[in-house]
């Protein structure tokens, strides 16, 4: 497995594992699978698995507790606060001032069953909440040793230069794919002018690049991704000439579209690691494999100019969702 650095230092394999669907949000869990797929995981080289104290609240961090106490892996654990959720309901509000920072890194050291968090990033910024705060805050939890390296999501490119004038920041994740390239405008170019490491989240479009996703998919109970505008039957409908194309693109190469979105990813910069989500043993075999698919200058075109000149029909959140994004 390729390794990439994130930052200065954090050296991670090429792709990570997204955890959040073995807790919710994708349908139902399974506990005994979703271990499963950490352990397959840690033999195909992935050895950084991305998970936040909001997903489950609390079941994801405590499900990677359960693994690393029995597994005692070298493996790096990126997680996140900011999101605040009661077990249960899907109804949320944003905290990243540095006290809370401070109770929900301890909070998930205790159900990591870990000392140090290798990744520790805001998973929403507050606006009201000054960013230099943030980082002061998340700095000092640095020095304690509490967390080895600080990342933001969702931030714009403006909040990202002011925090990394406070402390370095290692990693921007956001969502980014071949459907979602907003970042591409000013984040991604602010990343690669300040040695930041960039973590594309839904990289297979929540599963829709895939091609298995369709208007008529009954997503079943737990699934949020009907609620989403982007997955609505109409929308679904418009947008499924992008998930047809580049099957057809993957096709071409001999691979499948989940492995060519990745590749897609992997080829726009070295600072990139993708995190694709799944609870399920092939599928993350599947998608490991990306990492040995290269695209030429001419495929990655190719494959750009075939989905640009195809509009995307739905936000990718709600309103609600859409709080704190591009803060
Ligand atoms: N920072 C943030 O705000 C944020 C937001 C969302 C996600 N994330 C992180 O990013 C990770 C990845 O994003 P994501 O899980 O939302 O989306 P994703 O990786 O784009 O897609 C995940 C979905 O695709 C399906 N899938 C995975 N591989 C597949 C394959 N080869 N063929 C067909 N279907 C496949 C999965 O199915 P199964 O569920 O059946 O395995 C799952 O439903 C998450 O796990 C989470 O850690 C972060």
Not at 61 to 87: D, Q
Not at 173 to 182: A, F, G, H, P, V
Request: proline share 5%.
């Amino acid at each position: 497995m390729q390794q990439r650095t994130l930052g200065s230092d954090l050296t991670v394999s090429a792709i990570g594992l997204g955890c959040m669907g073995m807790s919710e949000f994708y349908g139902p869990r399974d506990d005994s699978e979703s271990l499963r797929v950490l352990a397959r995981a840690l033999e195909l080289g992935i050895d950084f698995f991305d998970t936040a104290d909001m997903y489950g609240p609390h079941h994801n961090e405590a499900l990677i507790g359960r693994f690393l106490a029995s597994h005692k892996p070298k493996v790096r654990i990126a997680t996140k606060f900011g999101i605040v959720r009661n077990p249960g309901e899907y109804q949320r509000s944003l905290n990243s001032s540095a006290a809370y920072a401070r109770n929900a890194c301890e909070a998930s050291l205790r159900r990591l069953g870990i000392e140090q968090i290798d990744l520790y990033y805001v998973h929403r910024v507050n606006p009201d909440t000054p960013i230099e705060e943030t980082m002061e805050g998340l700095a000092q939890l640095v020095k304690e040793g509490k967390i080895a390296h600080i990342g933001l999501c969702e931030v714009s490119a403006d909040t990202l230069r002011r925090a990394h004038a406070v402390h370095p920041v290692t990693a921007v994740q956001t969502e980014y794919s071949l459907w979602t390239r907003d970042v591409e405008q000013a984040v991604l170019p602010t990343c690669q002018e300040l040695g930041i490491g960039f973590v594309p989240y839904s990289p297979l479009g929540r599963g829709f690049l895939t091609g298995k996703l369709q208007e008529n998919t009954d997503f079943g109970e737990g699934d949020f991704r009907p609620n989403l505008p982007r997955f609505s039957e109409q929308a679904m409908h418009a947008n499924r000439r992008i998930a047809d194309v580049i099957g057809e693109m993957a096709n071409h190469k001999g691979s499948t579209p989940a492995q060519l979105s990745l590749a897609w990813l992997l080829s726009k910069g070295d600072n990139i690691v993708p995190i694709p989500g799944t609870k399920r043993l092939r599928y993350l075999e599947e998608n490991t494999a990306a990492t040995s698919i290269t695209l030429s200058a001419d495929e990655q075109q190719r494959l750009e100019a075939a989905t640009e000149r195809l509009p995307v029909t739905g936000e990718r959140y709600t309103p609600e969702g859409m709080k704190g994004v591009n803060a």
